[in-house]
């Protein structure tokens, strides 16, 4: 069983590839958007992102002792919010060069370290990809 983050601005197209990929390898998905609802926290600070990362992680790792594959899709903007989730397969979604919230293009910092750079936005070509190199 994996966990793969699939991590990058908003709006690069993280979710609709995480869908595609989860109907591939029949994982369990776990949506930040939706998690930060069931948390009611909507705080987007450096320490807010850090909890967020966090929470992600717990959940992961909750998935994964059930026996199921795991997808989170959520920005992971930092080097420590990405060190935080314990990906066993990283996806780096850089299709877009900023998104919709500046303060997060200015928190953004690009990975040093990842699986596969996903650089235009054609999920089912990329599940696809994905979906191989994880078998």
């Known amino acids: 069983m994996k966990i793969i983050l699939i991590m ?3 709006g690069s197209g993280k979710t609709t590839l995480a869908s595609e990929l ?3 390898i ?3 998905r776990i949506n930040a958007d939706e998690v930060r609802k069931t948390s009611n926290d909507w705080d ?3 320490e807010g992102r850090t909890r967020q990362s966090k929470r992600m992680a717990d959940l992961a790792k909750k998935i994964k002792e059930e026996g199921h594959n795991v997808i989170a899709d959520f920005i992971c903007p930092t080097p420590e919010a990405r060190s935080i989730f314990p990906a066993d397969y990283v996806v780096w979604v850089d299709t ?3 998104g919709r ?7 953004f910092v690009k990975p040093k370290k990842f699986d596969c750079h996903v650089t235009t936005q054609n999920a089912k070509v990329w599940a696809l990809k994905i979906e191989k190199e994880i078998k």
């Open 22 to 24: 989860a109907s591939l």
């Open 26 to 28: 029949n994982a369990k």
């Open 96 to 98: 877009i060069k900023k």
């Open 44 to 46: 987007f600070s450096k």
């Open 8 to 10: 990058g601005l908003p």
């Open 101 to 107: 919230f500046e303060d997060t293009n200015q928190m």
